[in-house]
């Protein structure tokens, strides 16, 4: 929804009709980031949030968590095809500021790493692909900011290097 209350489009829709999953079937799929990884997109039980904490002073802290959500579960999930949540677009808000680009930058990167990481132990061999192109890809962007924050593209210089991507 944009500033005017006018609903601008659906984003994120998977299913068009109810559609019920194992979790690790919707985890993998969210590792892979085919369905995306932003909490507000589901209804959760309290329990399964326990143990699990969102990064402090991080950006798009839902890809370093959502995906452990998942992980915990031992019912299968139910996605709906209405849309029963709207986004308020605020072309104010972190996510459409130029400012500190480079940490946002970065920061998704981390949330890609952390689910790479997390593939590496759980996944099938198609997904941890998918999970090491998506990393490396953030990796390069950070690469490509003219950053001053040298930390940045240590951390990526050193994740391709492991992994064998040309720096």
Not at 73 to 97: A, K
Not at 107 to 126: P, S, T, V, Y
């Amino acid at each position: 929804v944009d500033g005017d209350d006018n609903i601008t489009g659906t984003r994120f829709h998977v299913y068009d009709e109810p559609t019920e999953e194992s979790p690790f079937t919707t985890w993998e799929k969210i590792v892979a980031d085919k369905i995306g990884s932003q909490v507000w997109k589901a209804v959760y039980r309290r329990e399964l949030w326990q143990s699990i904490r969102f990064p402090v002073e991080r950006l798009y802290e839902d890809l370093p968590v959502t995906h452990k959500v998942y992980m915990n579960m031992s019912r299968n999930v139910l996605f709906l095809p209405e849309c029963l949540y709207y986004y308020r677009l605020n072309d104010q808000g972190i996510s459409f500021s130029k400012d500190n680009l480079d940490k946002k930058t970065y920061h998704i990167f981390l949330g890609f790493l952390d689910m790479f990481a997390a593939a590496q132990d759980r996944a099938n061999e198609e997904t941890k692909a998918i999970c090491l192109a998506k990393t490396a890809k953030m990796a390069h962007n950070v690469l490509g900011n003219e950053t001053k924050e040298l930390s940045y593209h240590d951390c990526c210089k050193r994740f391709l290097k492991d992994n064998q991507f040309a720096i």
